[in-house]
């Protein structure tokens, strides 16, 4: 996210003036579109004054606010004079040090700042000396590519040492930093703390709520991170935040939708296209691809030349398989970046759609030279490998993927397919469990994980899958329950077989489909009902009766079924019913005596 795109997208009344900066100096960095190790995306020096002691820090504290979160809360006058002074000592050297990390000369910042003891200062240099070490550990990464050697990910040694420059850290930006540090060694609830202290202080940071959101491996834990934010759940920060992160684990509902059209009101930011963007995602992973589409033409035509999140477009036009609207979108951003991953990705999914794997492969790989974080190019190269039969090359890329982002749910269910296709069941159920974790409500997935357990046997475990799947299934669906008869049925419970496919009988009628899709269901209860002791001998005639008259497969068994079978049934139901009422008036009677 980008402030100034952000503050650009409100109505031009409701935009606050600048005010006249004084002897202070600003510090902005950029974003990049996928970086490992985030950055502020705002200035260091405020933009607007600082609030009086009697005005309210937070204009959204009044409405609500839960017990246990911090409060937000500023520096005390005296200690903002004395940083002020700090600053003002230190104010050509931090102008100096901003010039460096615009070239990325970390050392050179490291250097320069190394006496002085403003808050801002220690934090570009301690931040230049993680940014430095990052970049050592990428090198090294990179040093040992394609040996034995190499870990999944960089490992920076640093990172015990830089954790103690910041050990005792009260100000929000040093606060911030500590977070990454410790997300980044994996200890996620020291780095959660850290992050949600730093935005009790200064909630404007961006890169602090993503630090906090890289904290987070699913949708229950930021449910219980919401009550302890210091800003209330009506907050725009907490909101973009609650979007963001929901889309990041691949997981938004339609919740997330409506608070993107909350945000893109006129009480809030009604032209931004980064909260568009939010919105077209949400739509995408709720697998509405004609609303996402249209969402993001509409982006485009505010701003042809936008690139985030260009690559969500291609996979939709990619799966509405729109190869002419693909190609345009290849031919038109390939004329603005060609070094851009999105781009890359962009032309990968127009080969793959052609059926032309192999240059595919070629430049989802491009992709991830130029950001070997960018999770979707590992995971589409994935794909395209299993395409090509490769699988050995398939599960390297998954690997991959997993290694960037264990929160993704398709690098474990491509690993899974991969390892399923080597008829590696054990294998491929591990990586389906991981998969239906982080996916719980993924129809497709635990279909999956059900044809796994029907391969190696356990028809048991395979029903429960299905019976899982059909929570978040759509309720005319039958192929679920098609398959769930068959295993019942293979496991001779009949009944539970002739329940699936009643079921199926009256999900396709009330749907008007043609007979043939259901008349073998039809046949199967009848038979059920006649031959295996179901006893309901009128609902049976009745679904005979319709599969008799028509042209489907089943005329023959169904006319048998009522010639032969049906009126034996009757008989029998006849005189089990007499057998029964004459032992029950039997019993009514009770014993005679002589």
Known sequence: MRPNELLSSLHAQARRPEPVPM?????????PARSRSPRPSISFAAQTPAPLASEPINPFAALSHQPHAPTLQGQTPEARQREAELEAEDADYIAMAKTFMDSKEFLRVIHWLRHCRSAKATFLRVYSQFLESEKNALREWYRLENTREQPPEPVNTSLHELLQLVANATDPWLLFLKAVILCRMGRRTM????????????????????????????????????????????????????????NTLNSPSDNELGLCDRLLS??????????????GNVLYYLHDFTSAEAQFRKILAIDPFRVDDIDILSNILYVSENSNALSKLAHDYLAIDKDRPEICCIIGNYYSLRGEHDKAVKYFRRATQLDRTYLAAWTLMGHEYVEMKNSHAAIEAYRKAVDVNRKDYRAWYGLAQAYELLGMHQYALYYYQHATALRPYDVRIWQAQGMCYEEMGRQREAIECLRRALIGADPQETTIHLKLAKLHNDLQEYKEAATYHRRIVEVCRAAQKP??????????????????????????????EWVAV????????????LRRHLPAAIIRQQQQNIAASTQNRAASEGPSFA
């Open 23 to 31: 002897a202070q100096t600003t510090f902005h960095t950029s974003t």
């Open 191 to 246: 780095a959660i703390e850290s992050a949600i202290l730093s935005i009790s202080q200064y909630p404007w940071n961006w890169s602090t709520w993503v630090a906090l959101g890289d904290c987070l491996s699913d949708g229950d834990e930021l449910s219980s991170i919401l009550p302890l934010l210091p800003l209330p759940s009506n907050h725009p920060l907490v909101m973009m935040f609650q979007v963001k992160t929901l």
């Open 266 to 279: 006129e009480d809030y930011f009604p032209r931004s296209m980064w909260i568009m963007a939010l919105r």
């Open 515 to 544: 007979i043939q899709e259901w008349s073998k269901s039809a046949v199967y209860v009848a038979r059920y009902h006649i031959l295996q002791g179901g006893g309901d001998l009128v609902l049976a005639r009745q679904y005979l």
């Open 550 to 561: 028509s042209n489907a497969e089943e005329v023959n068994q169904a006319n048998e079924l």
